[in-house]
Structures are given as C-alpha cells and as structure tokens.
C-alpha cells in the first residue's frame, strides 16, 4: 500500500496471483479488506477495470463484474462496487453522475485489480507519482505470519514490515491459545451476517480476533499497502 498526504492506500494482488480468477480476486479481496479493519481502517472497495458498470464486454471487465456479484453475495454490506475505471473508483461526483446507484459509498481506499500487471504497475505509479510511504508488499492466505521485503525496501519500509508481521504472530497465537469464548469472527463466509463485516458472537466478553481467519482458502495473495 501507499501512504500519501491524500490518506492510505491499498492495492491488490501486487505479487503473487497472476492472473487470478473471479473466486480468487473475491477471496483474497476479502482478506484485503479484513486486513485493513486490523489497521483501524475502513475498507471502501474499487473493482477497477478500462469499463464503467457494463460499459464494455472483455474477458477482464466481465471478470471483475462476476468478483462485485460474489463480493455481495458473501457480504451484503460490504462497501464495494465495480466494475470501474480508476478515476471513478477516486471521484465520487464522478461515480455518481455515471451510476446513481452506485453501492460504493465515498473516495475508495482498496483498489482490486484484474491481474497482477495492472496492479503492481497501479502501486508503483501512485507510490513515486506522489512519493508516498509504501508498506507491504502484505501476504495474506498464509498459515504462518511470512512477509517479505523487495529490493528497494528502505529502513522505513524494514521498520513498518516488522511490526506488520509482529502483529500477525500475536494475533495468529492468540487465536490459537484456544479461547474462543473470547472471539471476535470475521463473518465473511457467512451471507446472512447483515450488519457489519466484523460481528461479535454472543459469548465475547472482552473481543478479539477469532478463528475465523483460519478459514483462508486462498492459495495466496499480496495486498500492497
């Protein structure tokens, strides 16, 4: 991801999946997105692609239509739409004037695209065009806490990776110290979970993260951010 003076921005899948199917995109998006409620941040989804809501036909914008179907469908909340270009996804007046309805509320801040291409060039382009902090490249889908550092990583970037996967151990112990009276589930997988994309079980006293993440099912998948 991209730290700027514009705010923080996130950018998917940077490193690993190549050209990643529907289901692919639609999972790794949700971990993206459960990545960025970890950092206090809330995710705003753009499915990015050369076509506005239909516009156009191609394998690669009908893919991300199919990602926006399943996205919903998993998660009725989530705040997510696409397909769409990028300057859309960034200006809401924009996004409006071409579809009223538009189920993606505000500036997004996760930015999914269809292929690896698109998406590392995407980060590299914003990260020196507005020579921001870049953090990541983020692994998710992984069952141990594994980031790595590319060869242009600065002591700041070495710096916010370490304390990123210090975070990711914690967290991985804690949940699998077997307390899940005290669990917070991430309830991604579950299409009735209505209110929000973190829902509290009944029995949490004092919530933390739950063993719902274990449910990762992704091959693997890079956030950058």
Known sequence: GVINNQGAYFFLDTHVQDDPTAEQITEATLQAAYR???FGIE???ALL???????HETPGSVKM?????LLLKRVPKLNVDG????DTA???ALRHQLMPNSTLKGRANLFVLPNLDAANIAYNMVRVVTEGVAIGPILMGLSKPVHILTTSATPRLILNMTAIAAVDAQIREQM?????ARALSWEYSDPDSKDSLI?????ASEPVLGESVKRWDNPGSATQG
């Not at 692609?49 to 516009?55: D, E, R, Y």
């Not at 239509?65 to 179907?69: A, D, I, M, N, S």
């Not at 829902?199 to 029995?203: A, C, F, G, L």
Request: charge should be negative; proline fraction near 3%; hydrophobic fraction near 20%.
């Open 199 to 203: 829902e509290s079980r009944s029995d």
């Open 49 to 55: 692609s050369h076509s506005n809501f239909g516009s």
């Open 176 to 180: 699998e110290g077997g307390d899940q």
């Open 83 to 86: 397909e769409m270009q990028g």
């Open 36 to 38: 960025l409620k970890l």
């Open 43 to 45: 995710p705003c989804v």
């Open 65 to 69: 239509r199919k990602v926006r179907e």
């Open 90 to 92: 960034w200006d809401e």
